[in-house]
């Protein structure tokens, strides 16, 4: 098997060109085949600077890494089509010459004089096919001299396919099964345009045959050329070498209405991109999954199950277990919803997968504050928070109280779960903890249990207030294990400094109230 991805560089690689990538690769390494990497850069009009560059930054990020393609090379290289330009005059010749194509030389106001005829002809056919070619100025209505002298004297012109004008074609789909099409409905498209470059239409069955491509995975979008690179095959003699073709569902809006983009992405908060990008024009940066903190593994999970599923109740799914299970009988027909509760609950299964050093790791490379925490207390900080948080930045910033003492506390909290007795509970704790042989977790725990109950204080009151002076927030991790870790010293300091912050807080009037931020003091 050898598959490819073929993308333009006329902008940002989004999130459903990488789901196709990412396919496109599952199948070829499932089988023990190449995937190809093959930029489509025919529409020079269109070249975007940087999309090059973003493509390969996203299928790097994923993993999905081309065993042929412009960067590594391979066999049928050059990859890149603006460099191939030879093979596809050679073949759009070809296709002249037996008959199959034919120049036209209309101009742009010739054109649309047609299609207004067309239009108040109230025609059934508005284009330009079998029954108005006839019409036009090309050369199978010219003379062969005129045709030769405009080529000579360097009239612009193109090359169109000749379609036959009637009967039906039956193509066959790996997703979507039987696909029959009425020619009758089908124009002469462009093959070679007046600037010398091939359209996508001729340079993409030129290079498939050339590259050997046995299977063809794209988006359903691409659906409606299908029939035109059907007939290329058969002109050119090689229907015993089309590629078998699979056309993909699209990504659909979380409601279901229609296609996603990257207005609706905005829109949502939401990442459209693999990797970020900057406008070239505008210098606008949109940041992608990766600069969110989401992991390549979590997206690649994401976006496999976007449109298939492996026929059980496995959800969770490596690289490598996605390339053992992927399956084309198992990408569904209609559109899939983009889901983005699920995203994140991807990204939380993969996170939370990772290992303890693998996080240790990354963590210090984020941030210098924890670079020099040592590694037994990073690991403890990890080991307690990464059941919380779903990424390393967020694990940084939900884990701040460990370096440093709280410097605002939660203000809804305090405000409904401070009460009169919460100061004398604490300060007569902190009294324990001042002797307290054993400052691990499980004796802090008993030591706390012991004082509550023979003080006949309310077990939730002295919790939350504790949490909320050692901690700041009123939620988290096990807060015995966490006063373990700051040590006798500092959780006693910030009981007795958050207990007086909070008490002279609480007696001042709400509009002057410093949201219980102690920078303010």
């Known amino acids: 098997m050898r598959l490819r991805f073929a993308p333009s560089p006329t902008g940002p690689l989004h999130m459903g060109g990488v789901r196709t990538a990412l396919y496109n690769y599952l199948l070829a390494k499932k089988n023990g085949g190449d995937f190809i990497l093959r930029i489509e850069d025919t529409d020079q009009g269109r070249w975007v600077e940087g999309a090059e560059e973003h493509i390969y930054a996203s299928l790097e990020w994923c993993g999905i890494i081309p065993d042929e393609g412009p960067r590594n090379g391979g066999t049928c290289a050059p990859y890149r089509q603006s460099e191939r330009k030879e093979k596809y005059r050679e073949h759009a010749m070809r296709l002249i010459n037996e008959g199959n194509a034919y120049y036209a030389f209309d101009t742009p106001e010739e054109l649309e004089t047609m299609r207004k005829r067309l239009e108040q002809e109230k025609s059934s056919s508005r284009q330009y096919d079998a029954n108005t070619r006839m019409q036009m100025r090309n050369s199978l209505t010219l003379p062969n001299a005129e045709v030769n002298s405009l080529i000579n004297a360097g009239t612009p012109y193109v090359i169109r396919i000749q379609l036959p004008g009637e009967g039906r074609l039956y193509m066959k789909d790996l997703i979507r099964g039987d696909v029959e099409v009425d020619v009758a ?216 109280f460990f370096l440093l003492a709280p410097d605002a506390y939660d203000e809804e909290t305090v405000r409904k779960k401070w009460k009169p007795e919460t100061e004398q509970i604490l300060k007569g704790f902190a009294s324990v903890l001042q002797n307290l042989p054993d400052f691990s977790p499980q004796p802090l725990e008993e030591a706390f249990k012991a004082f509550m109950e023979e003080g006949g204080y309310p077990f939730g009151t002295g919790m939350i207030g504790l949490r909320l002076t050692v901690t700041g927030k009123g939620g988290g991790p096990s807060l015995f294990h966490t006063m373990a870790l700051l040590g006798r010293e500092e959780v006693v300091e910030r009981i007795n400094r958050g207990t007086e912050f909070i008490k002279a807080t609480l007696t001042l009037p709400l509009p002057d109230r410093p949201n219980y931020n102690r920078t303010n003091e």
Request: glycine share 6%.
């Open 185 to 400: 409905t089908l124009d002469d498209k462009v093959l070679f345009k007046s600037d010398g470059m091939p359209t996508y239409h001729l340079a993409n069955v030129v290079d498939d045959y050339l590259m050997g491509i046995t299977h063809v995975i794209r988006g359903e979008e691409w659906l409606p050329s299908a029939p035109l690179h059907y007939f290329l095959y058969k002109y050119l003699g090689w229907e015993d070498k089309r590629p078998a073709f699979a056309h993909l569902p699209l990504i659909l809006k979380p409601d279901g209405k229609g296609k996603l983009s990257k207005r609706d992405c905005d829109k949502l908060g939401v990442p459209v991109f693999a990797v970020g990008w900057k406008d070239p024009q505008t210098g606008e940066f949109s940041a992608g999954y990766k600069e969110q903190g989401y992991l390549p593994s979590a997206f690649v999970n994401m976006l496999a199950m976007l449109g298939w599923n492996p026929g059980t109740e496995q959800e969770i799914f490596q690289l490598p277990e996605l390339i053992q299970s992927f399956s084309l009988d198992r990408v569904g027909k209609s559109g899939a919803r983009f889901d983005m509760d699920k995203v994140k609950w991807f990204q939380e299964q993969h996170f939370r997968s990772q290992s303890i050093q693998i996080l240790a790791t990354e963590v210090r490379q984020t941030s210098e504050e924890w670079a020099a925490i040592s590694e037994d207390k990073l690991h403890a900080v990890i080991e307690l928070m990464r059941e919380r948080v779903a990424s390393v930045d967020q694990l940084i910033n939900e884990s701040r």
